[in-house]
Nanobody, 121 residues
């Protein structure tokens, strides 16, 4: 069974910082891309950042230069460091991994339960 557990969300003032973590439990033979998405009220879920197994990163234009995605392959964990937060960053943040379990052939997308980030004074 695969489980993604997120932590680190909360309330922060504009200009502040938060660090999200997502730890994946399960017997994986490989985890390819890890990613963070977010969904604001009344809006569709959008991609925030991705990181490949070798560390190549990609960011949405809205967060480039402020957010940093990273991963620890030994711990099956990904992180999202969010700096210079703005009210428009308020959303539920979801982690996502593309992984193959031991004994499986195909890769599947798995999702965390989501963590609320609120940026407000």
């Amino acid at each position: 069974q695969v489980q993604l557990v997120e932590s680190g969300g909360g309330l922060v003032q504009p200009g502040g910082s938060l660090r999200l973590s997502c730890s994946a439990s399960g017997t994986f033979s490989s985890i390819r891309t890890m990613a963070w998405y977010r969904q604001a009220p009344g809006k569709e879920r959008e991609l925030v950042a991705t990181i490949t197994r070798d560390g190549t990163t990609n960011y949405a234009t809205a967060v480039k230069g402020r957010f940093t995605i990273s991963r620890d392959n030994a711990k099956n964990t990904e992180y999202l460091q969010m700096n210079s937060l703005k009210p428009e960053d308020t959303a539920v943040y979801y982690c996502n991994i593309n992984a193959r379990r031991i004994g499986d052939i195909i890769f599947i997308n798995y999702w965390g339960q989501g963590t609320q980030v609120t940026v407000s004074s």
